[in-house]
C-alpha cells in the first residue's frame, strides 16, 4: 500500500543548513534534534548515502516518510542508533554475533536484522516483528542521533524507485518543501547503500550487498549466505521486490572482458542510432574515447578503482534522466569487493521490474 499525498502539510521555503563534517555546527545539530523531536522529517548524511529520517518512535512522523518518499508500506525501515546501548531501545535478544559484529564494522555501512522489541512501531519495521538496525559512520549522522535523543527511522533519502541520494541536491530535487530540513555535508562517501545481513536465520543471510562484504564477515561468523534475488527473499526483505534505482531511460548492461565489452557497446549504439534513439553510454576512464557517436557518454571512474566507480553511480543515472536520453548502455564491472554490490544495483537499475 502507499500512502495518499493529499494530506501532507509543506512549507513553501526551504530550509538547507550546509554543516562541515570536521567542524560540526553544534547549533544546526540543535536545529535538526528539535525538528526531530516535534515529529519532523529530516534529511541528513551518512557515510553510504544520504537518509531522510523520523523520530523512529513516532508513528506520524514516520508515516510521513512513507507519504514523501511514496514507500510501499510493506518496506520496512532502518533505525539508526548512535550507541551500542540504543541496541536495547529496539531489540530484546541481542545475539553475541551482533557485539562481535558491532566491534568491527560499526560505526559503518552494516545493517542488522533482529528481532524487534514491541515498543517499536510496526510502521517502522513494515508490519514484521524484525527490525533493520545500523549505527551510521558519519558524525553529522551521530551527532543528530544522540541530540535527537531517539533512533532514526531513516531510508535513502529519494523518491521510491529512484537512484539514492549521494549528494543533496538529489534528495532536494526529489523531495523540496516536504522535508522540514536538510542538513547538507557534501557527496556521500560510498555511494551505495549498507550491506543488509539478517541475523534471524541461521547461517546468517546477507540480503543486500554493501561496503561490508560477504567474505569481510564470513571471517567472523563463518558460514554466511547469499542468496542473491529469489522471490522468497522478496518477503523476507520487502525492499527487494520493488523497482529501484531506475533511470527514465531503458538500462542495458554489457558484459565480457574489456575488448568484447566496446565492440557490443559499439554495435549495440549503430543498432540504435538507426532507430533514430539518443544514446547514452557510461563508460570507464580507459574506455570513454572509443564510444565516438553516442550523444552522451558519462565517464564513472576507472575501471581500476571500483569505490570510485561505486561512489558515481547514483549521480551518473541521475545525470541521464537530464540529459534525457532515450537509451544508456552501461559496461559492467568485476564483482570483487565493492564490485559485487555495485553490479547488484546496476542490475536492479536495469530490470523491467515495476
Ligand atoms: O546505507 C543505508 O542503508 C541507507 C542509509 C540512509 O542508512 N539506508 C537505506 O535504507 O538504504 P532503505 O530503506 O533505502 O533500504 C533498507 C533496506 C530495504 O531493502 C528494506 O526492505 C530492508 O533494508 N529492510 C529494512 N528493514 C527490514 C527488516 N525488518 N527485514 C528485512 N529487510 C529489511
Ligand atoms: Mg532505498
Redesign the pocket.
Known sequence: MILKKNNLKASNRVKILKIDPTHINRGFIRQAGCVLRRGGLVVFP?E????LGADAFNKQAVAKIFLVKQRPTD????A?IARLNDLKKLTRNIPPQVFLLAKRFWPG?L?L?LSKKPTVPKIV??Q?D???I?M?DHPVALALIKKAGCPIA???ANLSGRP?ATDITHALSDFGCAVDLYLDAGPTKIGL??T?L?LTVNPPEI??PGAITKKALQKLLGRVVERGYRPESAV?????KYRHYAPNAQLILVAGNKQIMIKKILLFMARYKKDGKKIGVIASRETAKYYHGADHIIVIGSRQNLKEVASNLFRVLRQFNAQGVDIIIAETFPEDGIGKALMNRLRKAASKLK
Open positions: 551518512t553510504t548515502v544520504y537518509g518496506n520496512p525501515l532502518i539508526h555501512p545493517t536484522i519495521t513494515g514484521t524484525t527490525v533493520a545500523r551510521p531513516a531510508p535513502s539514492s547503500e549498507s543488509v539478517d540480503l543486500r523476507r526483505s520487502p525492499g527487494m
